[in-house]
């Protein structure tokens, strides 16, 4: 529960700082493909990072590294107050670029910190894994859902600097009571493991599933970071400061029901799929099922934006409906991902399993980023949709073959 509650605290920070960036930067007039740079090395940080995460965990504890993450966290939002409005855009896309990275780098340890210390601290009760990785990574969703209203609400009520002055100091107040009042018991400094170039699973299952996790993710990234956000904006927007304001709280409620009602469903995904108790050889088909359930719906919102040829009314309704299904089905698709690779991993490298795992989740959202402004860009919401679709697909292929190992 300690470190659940430091984790929420850095993913609302998370949520508000996307929006934040997203929102602000569309309203001063940068591309969707621009858009899009702005978030790569945030998530390229995350494929390097989580490699080296496990390793630095196994050296010098799991506390080390969740504190670490935090401060980094603090240092970003801190630098991207420094922001200079009068910059061109190349200067402004390179330093948002870095301090981003930054802030990849920052989640990224504190994930690997939580999500390990879960398969080293959950009661052994039975179906206890599976329950405490569902309310740790739903209950994590729910509040960065919270954060991206947040970050909505600040930009348009507070301004950019004043909401990342505010954010930073409530993480720094944040960090100071989980660092003096977290109780004993948080790994410390693991078994020494191997070398730093030990950081591809020995166990397929594990590669596999990295390997669906990476399209699944892509399969969100590319209609969620620029595309859905840039959609709504543009038709919710009059281009007025008022109307800009208006959109801003709209497109933020949005973003944020969906990410809450995704964490939701996450928490819930144990009983979804038949309560606790199963193998794991019966939760992994049951994977393979919901992976297959989420490939046509893209597919189908595509079509239907193809065919509405510019924004119509029905079109809006079925793109919220859709999205909200979607939403739906990859809640469940993540949240047996999430207990799956503490299901495979062995104790003795959790944090390197961990670490690989989440490196390819990084590198699914890395291209599902870069594809989501291209995507937008050259083909609008049809081709961003269905680019979506096929990243799904591939993430169903990948987890057919991980039924057979």
């Known amino acids: ?69 935090l401060a980094l966290q603090i240092g970003a939002l801190a630098a991207l107050a420094q922001l200079d409005p009068t910059w061109g855009i190349a200067a402004s896309v390179a330093f948002v670029m870095a301090v981003q ?29 599976f329950r405490w990785v569902a309310y740790l990574t739903g209950s994590k969703n729910a509040v960065k859902g919270a954060g991206f209203f947040l970050g909505a609400a600040l930009l348009a009520l507070a301004g950019f600097e004043t909401a990342v002055w505010g954010m930073a100091g409530v993480l720094a107040v944040i960090l100071a009571a989980v660092a003096l009042f977290l109780p004993p018991g948080l790994p410390g400094r ?27 993710f892509g399969a969100r990234d590319v209609w969620f970071v620029v595309g859905i956000p840039i959609y709504f904006q543009a038709i919710l927007s009059d281009g007025t400061a008022e109307g800009r304001r208006e959109a801003f709280f709209l497109v933020g409620g949005f973003m944020a029901l969906w ?3 995704y964490g939701a469903v996450q928490a819930l995904a144990p009983r979804i799929l038949g309560g606790k108790g199963q193998a794991v050889e019966e939760t992994t088909r049951k994977a393979v099922r919901w992976a297959g359930l989420l490939v046509p719906i893209p597919f189908v919102l595509a079509a239907a934006a193809y065919l509405a040829g510019e924004p119509e009314g029905w079109l ?22 999430s207990y799956l690779i503490l299901a495979f991993g062995s104790a003795e490298r959790i944090t390197r ?7 390819a989740n990084a590198a699914g959202r890395l291209i599902g980023t870069l594809l989501s402004g291209v995507s937008y860009q050259v083909g609008g919401l049809p081709l961003c949709l269905a680019t979506a679709g096929g990243m799904a697909l591939c993430s169903w292929l990948a987890g057919r073959r991980l039924s057979r190992v």
């Open 1 to 69: 529960m300690a470190v659940t509650a430091a984790y929420w605290a850095f993913m609302l920070s998370d949520g508000a700082l996307r929006m934040l960036v997203l929102l602000h930067f569309n309203g001063l007039g940068f591309t969707p493909l621009q858009l899009a740079w702005l978030f790569l090395l945030y998530e390229l940080a995350g494929i390097v990072t989580n490699l080296g995460a496990g390793w630095l965990a196994a050296r010098f504890g799991l506390a080390a590294t969740l504190y670490g993450g």
């Open 101 to 129: 990275g930054v802030s990849g780098v920052a989640k990224d340890l504190a994930k690997m910190s939580s999500k390990s210390a879960v398969k080293l601290l959950a009661p052994a009760e039975e179906g206890g894994l």
């Open 190 to 216: 693991m078994k020494a493991e191997e070398s730093w170039g030990g950081w591809r699973s020995q166990d397929a299952r594990v590669n596999r599933l990295s390997l669906a996790r990476m399209f699944l």
């Open 259 to 261: 990410i809450i009602a």
């Open 316 to 337: 809006t309704g079925a793109l919220v409906a859709g999205l909200l299904l979607f939403g739906f089905v990859f809640a469940v698709n993540s949240s047996v991902h």
């Open 353 to 359: 399993d961990v670490g690989f795992y989440y490196m």
